[in-house]
Every structure is written in C-alpha cells, then in structure tokens.
C-alpha cells in the first residue's frame, strides 16, 4: 500500500485493483464496490481527519447505537463521465444540505464541507476508472454515518463515523415497473422522520414491500398516514402522475423525502414548458382519471432509479393499467435530465460539479 498525507485527507492507496474482475455489463445494483473507502470518525466532540484506505470490513462494539436504535443515515448521488473523460457530480451541495438536516433530525453531528464534498471528490477521483462512459454508466456514491458509541442506554451516541462507498451502476429496475397503492402501512407520519433520509424510513419498508413483491409488484406508492387518502412517494423515488396535459408531484413534507431529482425534474419541466403542480394528489382523484382515459402516465424520480416509468398500479384488488406512449413526458424529461448529467447538452442550470 502507498500512503500520501494530503493537507486534509489521508490516502492509503489498495496494492492492486479488482475493477478487472468486474463485469461492467451485468451489474446488480449496489452489489460491486470499488477498491477504497472513506472513513471519518466523530469522537469527543470533534471530527478527526478523514482517511481513504482500501475498502474492507471494520469491527464496531456489538453494544453500538447503529445496531440498537438504528442511528444511522445515508445520501445516494452518482458520478458520471463525459466524452471527453471528465467526471462530474450532479448537484452534490443538494446532498450534502439534506445529509446534514438528516444528520439533525437524527441527534446526529452535522459534517463539514471539507469531510463532505472534500472528500467525495478526493475518493470519485481515486476510482475514477470506475466511472465508465456512455449514457447509462454510473459511479454510484453512498455516503452515510452510523453512531458507533457502545452501550444499549438509549440515548444519542457520542462517537460516530462518516463513510463513502462507490458502486458502479446501471439502472436500479430491470424490467417494467408496476406498483400497490398503499391503503394500511404508511411510510412515514407528521413529526416522524420521513423526510430524513434515515436508516429506519427504508427497513420500515421491507414487509410491505415484501407482500407486494409476492403480488407482482416492484414497489408500493405510500400514501398519507392519516387518510390513506392522498398519493405521497414510493420510497426508492418521488412520483409524478399525468393527468391530461399536466404534471403532478406531492409537495416535500416532514412525511416526504425532498428528492434532488424530484427537484430537478420540477425546474426541467417548467424550463421545457411542460404544464406542472406540485399538489397533493387523490388516489379517488387517480382511480377516476384511470376510468376515464384521463390518466396518461406515472414515473418515479430518483438518483438510483432516475426516471422510471409505472406500467399500471392496483388499488383495492382492482390493476390498473396504463395507456403505451411513444413519446412520454417521462422519456422526454429523462432525456433532458441525462444529457445534462453526462455533458451532452447545456447545464444552463450550473448542477453539474467536475472533480
Ligand atoms: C437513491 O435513489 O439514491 C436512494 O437513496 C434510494 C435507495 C433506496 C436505492
């Protein structure tokens, strides 16, 4: 191993790489990771110097809050290369904004700028082999923070760790993707912690998803916890319906995480002078525009997933299957969405951030 002292960031470069052993073309999403790590950890009060070494496991006290009470948090982003061989990040000051208000919901330490993006750009830079071109190719990036301080009182940890793990990426779905409306499990409530992207907001998911996997079903669409009445996410995405010539998307609420894609959907659709509401939306309201031809199309919104289009949903026992469209909003704002991330088209927006 070669060790470089950067000012800020310790490098303990891997003696050989396994991205030779790594079948580009038939990723699993979030199964392959790249040869190093970030690890940055939080003790009396204080961040120590980040460290990138090679990517291998730790221990961690058995006692540690992570394991008990599920402190723990996480960000998705993706790298992606360009013609000319540049790497670029989308939108990461976005992440690292929602990372920290997690990091505060959770009674969790904020982590500064220079571990956060510092580092996130040193480690993108070190794997940049891992990033490969084409529209489609992505370096998955996961940051997240775990409270590792033992001992099970229940309280917040005083010792923590910051990490980033890259995975390269293809798409999240394989395949068509239809979806359950919610009518009993909820996804999050008022005052909980749904807008955070915390641990417990996506293993509170698994048993219901579970039970719609079962059906048919890749993913559920949660709806309010009080009524079950209005249409909110689906948990690995935001969702958008369309409805005759318009788009609707659920406001961010402390039940709905604030997607970065989300957002930037929202601003490329009105940039592109696609009609667009940020409203709650009815499931009668989605049943009725189902009958009546009205209903033209869902999709997800996400990092992992992008821009996912749903095939049909099922409410009440009842499927509901959506019209075939050539030219979907959907394909069209994804086509958008992509050829800015990958420096195909203007980025009159200033998302994109080279390493
Ligand atoms: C992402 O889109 O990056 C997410 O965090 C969703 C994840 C559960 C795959």
Not at 111 to 119: A, N, R, S, T
């Amino acid at each position: 191993m070669t060790s470089i002292n950067t000012h800020e960031i310790d490098i303990v470069k891997a003696k050989t790489s396994k991205i030779d052993s790594v079948d580009f073309e038939n990723l699993t999403f979030g199964n392959v990771f790249t040869d190093h790590m970030l690890v940055c950890d939080y003790k009396d009060g204080a961040w120590e110097k980040p460290i990138i070494k090679p990517y291998e496991h730790f221990m961690i006290d058995p006692s540690a809050k992570v394991f008990h009470y599920g402190q723990a948090i996480f960000e998705g982003m993706k790298a992606y290369k360009d013609e000319n061989d540049e790497v670029w990040l989308f939108r990461p000051d976005q992440n690292m904004e929602r990372f920290n208000k997690s990091a505060v919901r959770m009674a969790m330490p904020e982590v500064p700028e220079h571990i956060f993006m510092d580092g996130l750009k040193t480690i993108v830079d070190l794997e940049r082999n891992w990033v490969k071109k084409g529209i489609g190719n992505t370096l998955y990036l996961r940051p997240f923070m775990i409270a590792v301080g033992s001992g099970v009182i229940a309280q917040p940890s005083t010792q923590y760790r910051f990490m980033i793990i890259l995975s390269p990426a293809k798409s999240y779905y394989q395949g068509e993707v239809k979806v359950i409306i919610a009518e009993h499990y909820s996804r999050a409530a008022n005052g909980g912690i749904g807008a955070a992207k915390a641990a417990g907001n996506y293993s509170a998911q698994f048993y219901p998803q579970k039970l719609a996997q079962e059906k048919g079903f890749q993913q559920i669409i949660w709806t309010d916890d009080a009524t079950h009445t209005k249409l909110e996410e689906a948990g690995t995405m935001n969702v958008f319906f369309k409805i005759n010539d318009t788009l609707y998307t659920a406001p961010t609420s402390e039940r709905i995480l604030d997607g970065v894609t989300r957002k930037s959907i929202i601003d490329l659709a009105k940039s592109e002078g696609i009609k667009i509401e940020v409203r709650s939306v009815l499931v009668d309201e989605l049943v009725a525009a189902a009958k009546d031809g009205s209903l033209k199309e869902i999709f997800g919104a996400g990092t992992a997933a992008v821009v996912s289009p749903i095939v049909g949903f099922q409410y009440k026992e009842h499927y509901y299957e959506l019209p075939k469209i050539e030219n979907s909003t959907a394909l069209q704002l994804k086509d958008k969405l992509t050829k800015i991330q990958y420096k195909l088209a203007d980025d009159k927006f200033g998302w994109t951030v080279k390493v």
